[in-house]
């Protein structure tokens, strides 16, 4: 099976750190490093499914410096912290083949489009499993039907059970079709996803719920804000060591 590469770029903050010498840095720009670690996924349908993601980033200092008299830290000024992620960002695209880039919310800027390739690292780590629970957005269109079916067709030769949590929408109709057609596979309804169960969630509105307390919280959970969540400690684990 012929394995496709990914290079992805993420800058994140180093929480509680310094820069050795902000103005050297602020010339020189952020190191771009690479984790060692590939990791492994499957996405799309049909042969070529197989991909692996390789994985650069570059962190920056929480603060500047600490100020002369006082140590107290002292933050970095906004243009100048954009500048130094700029840097990062182009040298990562021009020296490795960065085609995706994700920022930290933190730094105030659109973290950008999630590559759904990150998504389908974090559905990779689940395995083995052969129950699957899906979400998706109540306006769902044809986008979303064709993400949701490049996510999980790999793992429908071993399914026994996929089940749909949340509303159900002109999208999700067709799905249980499709599955039913192609697998022979009956889609179940259910009001919440099933606490053991991996959980696909493509729902954005299920991320501000839980933000108000909502309880959908789920440790086998495969969401746009999950997902960024492993990115961010991988890169600083990767750092650490």
């Known amino acids: 099976m012929e394995t496709n590469y990914l290079n992805l770029f993420y800058a994140g903050i180093l929480y509680g750190q310094y820069a050795e010498n902000g103005k050297k840095l602020t010339g020189e ?10 990791f492994p996924y499957l996405m799309g349908r049909g042969r070529g499914a197989a991909g692996r993601m390789l ?10 410096k600490k100020t002369k008299f006082t140590g107290k830290p002292k933050g970095w000024k906004k243009d100048t912290a954009v500048k130094l992620l ?37 559905l990779y780590r689940l395995r083995p499993f052969d129950k699957l629970c899906i979400s998706l957005p109540e306006d769902a269109g044809e986008r979303d039907f064709e993400q949701v079916l490049d996510l999980m067709t790999p793992y429908l030769p071993r399914m026994r059970q996929v089940m749909l949590a949340g509303r159900e929408s002109q999208v999700t109709e067709r799905l249980e079709n499709w599955l039913y057609e192609e697998f022979g ?57």
């Open 185 to 241: 596979i009956i889609l179940v309804k259910k009001e919440k996803p099933p606490a053991k169960t991996p959980w696909l969630d493509l729902c954005a509105e299920n991320e501000k719920q839980e933000r108000a307390g909502s309880g959908l919280e789920n440790s086998g959970r495969v969401s746009c804000r999950e997902a960024l969540n492993f990115l961010d400690t991988a890169v600083k684990n990767g750092y650490n060591t």
């Open 55 to 64: 994985i650069y980033y570059a962190l920056l200092p929480q603060y500047s």
């Open 29 to 38: 720009g952020l190191a771009v490093r690479k984790l060692e670690r590939e």
């Open 86 to 122: 700029e840097r990062a960002e182009q040298k990562a695209v021009v020296e490795w083949g960065c085609r995706e880039q994700i920022l930290a919310p933190e730094f105030g800027k659109d973290p950008g489009r999630m590559p759904f390739e990150l998504l389908a690292v974090c």
